[in-house]
């Protein structure tokens, strides 16, 4: 049987030597309000990305103090507090919330990741210094209020195309269905490309859609899906949107400012076609 890479979706490789950047693939929707005002759909992630990569103890060296404080430099001030207050076993289960059901890689995960963790919350010696976790995330200065909000978006599963899977992540983010909205099938999705502080290359690819009708946005504490990835989602305008992405998510930036280009021109040309 011929290989197949469910990151590029292409035959003849498997994902671990993928060339490719990491895909996921993602939808950017968006309605008018009854002020006139364009609004898309943003979530909240019940983590941040840094959190995570800590707690599974991802980074190389627990003796590499620069990273680690650009990893809790990017934390929610929420975050901060839990892991110095909180043991290793009741984050890992705040994270995963149903540790029975993850895989056999993050199972794998968990000694090692507690082992590092409780060598930091316990501290090391750098430089006859006794270092503790406290104490790192006590220079912190950053003061984030809420997780990093994105445009809902994920990885492709086993077999599917791109659309397949941005209509599929969506509607596991935000509990809308493909049949509330309209894709726009000749534009050009919009592209989010970048490397991350682990040296990783990611890509995101988001197609453009308008909601149908206008629809209240929910966590549904049934759906699995979204409230172990999502912790708020909400209908916000540019300016909204520019207030909740970080200062250093410049890529993500300059996505919200093509689309709403895009959409502030093609608004123009509905009206000036409908007079």
Known sequence: MEKYCNNCGNYGHVYKSCRHPILSYGILLYHKDDEGKIRIVMVERKDSLSYIEFLRGKYKSIHNLEYLELLFSRLSNNEKKKLVKEDFDTLWKDLWIHTETINQRVKREYSKSKETFNKLKEGILINQENIKLEDLIHRIETDYHENEWEIPKGRRKNLENNRECAIREFSEETNICSHQYNLYNNIIPLIEEYTGINGVRY???????????????????????????????????????????????????????????????????????KK
């Open 203 to 273: 890509k995101h690819v988001y197609y453009i859609g308008e909601i149908k009708d206008y629809c209240k946005l929910r966590i549904d504490s049934k759906n699995k899906d979204q409230y172990t990835e999502v912790k708020n989602i909400q209908w916000l305008t540019e300016e909204e949107c520019y207030d909740k992405i970080r200062e250093y998510d410049t890529k993500k930036r300059k996505v919200i400012e093509d689309l709403f280009s895009f959409l502030r021109i093609h608004h123009k040309l509905v009206i000036f076609k």
